[in-house]
């Protein structure tokens, strides 16, 4: 298993950034793919971005040309700029193996404990 740690969260107006940060230790971080989810308020869990050690990121349509995933060898990061209150949610990050998709799940390695994302408009 791999012990993920978020950090980063907090309150911010329409149109600020913030940067959430995910430090990993322990499993073979290396193997999963890493993502960040967001539960909104009375919403299910979504993938909101995620990133393979190499190859193509994704991202969902509600938070692409905004958002930026990256990763390295103690962590992964999402830069999170011109946030919308619909942006408001618990951010989770998370390292899996992928389903047929890089949106689906077929084994967890390791999920953090979420940090609180609001946006105020």
């Known amino acids: 298993q791999v012990q993920l740690v978020e950090s980063g969260g907090g309150l911010v107006q329409a149109g600020d950034s913030l940067r959430l940060s995910c430090a990993a230790s322990?499993?073979?971080?290396?193997?999963?793919?890493m993502g960040w989810f967001r539960q909104a308020p009375g919403k299910e869990r979504d993938l909101v971005a995620a990133?393979?050690?190499?190859?193509s990121r994704y991202y969902a349509d509600s938070v692409k040309g905004r958002f930026l995933i990256s990763r390295d060898d103690v962590g992964v990061y999402l830069q999170m700029n011109s946030l919308k209150p619909e942006d408001t949610g618990v951010y989770s990050c998370?390292?899996?193996?992928?389903?047929?998709?890089?949106?689906?799940?077929?084994?967890?390695?390791?999920w953090g404990q979420g940090t609180q994302v609001t946006v105020s408009s």
């Open positions: 998370a390292a899996y193996s992928p389903g047929r998709t890089i949106t689906t799940i077929s084994e967890i390695g390791g």
């Open positions: 322990g499993g073979t971080f290396t193997r999963y793919i």
């Open positions: 990133a393979p050690w190499s190859g």
